[in-house]
């Protein structure tokens, strides 16, 4: 069976076809971070309206790449949230239009959903029960996945994303945007000394908190400034890095404990992170733990997750309607 996904929820125009929720048969990403760099973050009116200039042409080439005419698509699915409304729209838009001229069925994706799946598309073994850690530029969530569309979600963070604060920091220490992979990059040059803040207020808990470490290196950074002295920017990055690392580790490994499950697959942008990939699987080893994380073309936003898990979806409970609306704060 192929499905042709579509995502638009943020600044990453995608489309891909997928074969039996599990063969990437075409994975098309048209990145705009060029057109967002020189604002420093995704301007929601900019990205949806260049999800739209490209979205027809990158479908075609998606067709194109997998060798695959319309009419042997047999479903199209689409991110209906959450995300960015004007983005969400043009995508949805466009899988409900193909959806009437193919006469195929349409299937709506939670994008965080479609994270998960991510691991799916690499991992051909991969079966529930698992916990999944997704962490990206606009989640971090630690979901209890007993079977295929059964999810529990075990906790949240209660401000800032895991990726916005790698991204809020990288701005502070003025390296590139997105700051994510560029504060990895410095952290590997610099010593993880710096306590940044005292305790972690949420500990005992499943949520997670950002907000405090983020601040605690915009007030460091200000005041190194004000007072004319150099910024350790490779400590600091490697210092903020190891903290959020440890939050999340805590987190998920007591979780795991908690519910005896014995599967953790990560996701998300974050998850491309090269501490976080280290400590996880040292930490997995030493407790019997299977390890999965997607390969870093999949780990950010891409429409083969899409693709797999509308797939899923739609062998469990078919359909969506074409009615259904787009969802900027869609929630497990
Ligand atoms: O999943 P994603 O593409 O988009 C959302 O759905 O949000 O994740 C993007 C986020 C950005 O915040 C980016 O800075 C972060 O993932 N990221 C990283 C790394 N690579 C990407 N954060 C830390 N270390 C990395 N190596
Ligand atoms: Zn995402």
Avoid at 180 to 195: E, K, V
Avoid at 205 to 223: I, R, W
Avoid at 257 to 280: D, I, M, P, Y
Avoid at 291 to 314: E, K, R, V
């Amino acid at each position: 069976m192929l499905c042709l996904g579509v995502e638009t929820s943020c600044d990453e125009t995608a489309v891909a076809v997928v074969e039996d929720g599990r063969r990437i048969r075409s994975n098309l990403i048209w990145s705009q971070i060029d057109k967002h760099q020189k604002f420093g973050g995704v301007v929601p009116e900019l990205a949806a309206r260049c999800h739209l200039e490209v979205i027809s042409r990158l479908t075609a080439e998606a067709l194109e790449q997998a060798a695959v005419a319309p009419e042997e698509i047999d479903l199209v699915a689409a991110t209906y949230g959450p995300g960015l409304i004007g983005g969400l729209l043009v995508g949805l838009s466009m899988a409900k239009a193909l959806s009437l001229a193919w006469q195929v069925p349409f299937v709506g994706v939670n994008h965080v959903e479609g994270h998960i799946y991510a691991n799916f598309l690499a991992h051909p073994d991969l079966e529930p029960p698992l916990l999944c850690l997704t962490v990206s530029g606009g989640h971090t969530q630690l979901v209890l996945m007993p079977e295929h569309g059964h999810y529990e979600l075990l906790g949240q963070t209660r401000d800032d994303a895991a990726g916005e604060a790698f991204d809020k920091v990288a701005r502070v220490l003025s390296l590139g945007y997105p700051g994510g992979p560029h504060l990895d990059r410095l952290a590997q040059t610099g010593r993880p000394t710096l306590m940044l803040v005292q305790h972690d207020a949420l500990a005992g808990t499943y949520d997670f908190s950002f907000s405090g470490l983020k601040t605690a290196v915009v007030n460091l950074v200000h005041n190194l400034k004000q007072k004319g002295e150099p910024v350790p920017a490779a400590d600091v990055a490697a210092s903020f890095q190891r903290q959020v690392v440890s939050i999340l580790l805590d987190r998920a490994f007591r979780a795991l404990a908690a519910t005896k499950v014995k599967t953790l697959v990560l996701s998300g942008g974050v998850a491309a992170n090269s501490e976080l990939r280290t400590r996880f699987a040292a930490e997995a080893e030493a407790r019997g733990v299977k390890l999965y994380y997607p390969p870093l073309s999949l780990c950010t936003d891409n429409a083969a997750m899409i693709a797999a898990c509308g797939y899923f979806q739609w062998l469990r409970k078919g359909a969506s309607p074409l009615a259904l609306a787009a969802n900027p704060r869609l929630r497990f």
